[in-house]
């Protein structure tokens, strides 16, 4: 019976050449017929040429590392890029269940504090909110002054409370616009001193007595998308669930 199946097998030579002719996929599956098969897909001669196309910076690290098979380099490469470009998942945190608290201080005095749910403040399809403000909070205000900005995201129900920025410094109050940025700490469980390319932003308008907020992308200086800017405070403001990864 053995006899009859070796001799039903292709020889080594045709399994190579076959194999040059097979896509990545179809090498995988091939692989795991036999052992003789595993390793005529596993050769380097058949990996190199799909590695070096598709990776060819992993490709050129054959030369540092000889001993890493190409098929290792191809399925290396081939997560990361999955990885990279799999569209993010749906955040779990919805624009319903947060509210935004704004104050705004000098010498310990408020100048006016805001709580407002985000979902009742005017947005434009990014994460940057406009809320008006109680008619004459400024006038008192003259010349530079010592100000301390706080906002605050909470999770309704006061569940949570992620502070966004707590800014402390001298603003003219002469000026028309009073502008404030923080940058914010990376997301995850596995947050360390690294920035995360993000910055809270606070804007306050004294001529219109308008105050707006929002997260801005260091890289452009453009505004998160609703869905990005809640995907970031979910890592602060829901159970994490990484797995603790």
């Given at each position: ?162 502070t966004m920025m707590d800014w402390q410094g001298k603003l003219s109050c002469r000026a028309v616009e009073g502008w404030f940025s923080e940058e914010l700490p990376c997301a995850g469980c596995c947050s360390s001193e690294v920035g995360s390319g993000i910055v809270a932003d606070l804007k306050v308008d004294m001529e219109v007595e308008k105050v707006s907020v929002g997260i801005l992308r260091v890289v452009d200086w453009r505004y998160v998308s609703i869905e990005d800017g809640l995907r970031y405070l ?12």
């Open positions: 019976m053995s006899e009859t199946r070796s001799k039903n097998l292709p020889p080594w030579e045709a399994l190579v050449m076959v194999a040059h002719y097979l896509d990545p996929q179809t090498l995988a599956l091939a692989s795991c017929v036999s052992k003789s098969w595993c390793q005529a897909m596993s050769l380097d001669v058949v990996w190199r040429p799909l590695c070096s196309s598709s990776f060819p910076s992993l490709s050129n690290l054959k030369i540092s590392y000889p001993s890493v098979p190409y098929h290792r380099l191809y399925a290396t490469g081939l997560a990361a890029f999955k990885r990279r470009h799999n569209p993010p998942s749906k955040p779990r945190l919805s624009i319903d269940n947060i509210v935004f608290t704004i104050q705004l201080s000098t010498k310990g005095v408020p100048i006016f504090t805001i709580a407002e749910a985000a979902s009742k403040m005017n947005n434009n399809q990014v994460f940057k909110f406009d809320v008006g403000v109680k008619h004459g909070s400024f006038k008192g205000i003259k010349g530079l002054e010592e100000m301390k900005v706080t906002w605050n995201v909470v999770l309704k129900g006061w569940e949570a409370i992620f979910q890592h602060f403001l829901l159970p994490c669930q990484c797995d603790g990864m």
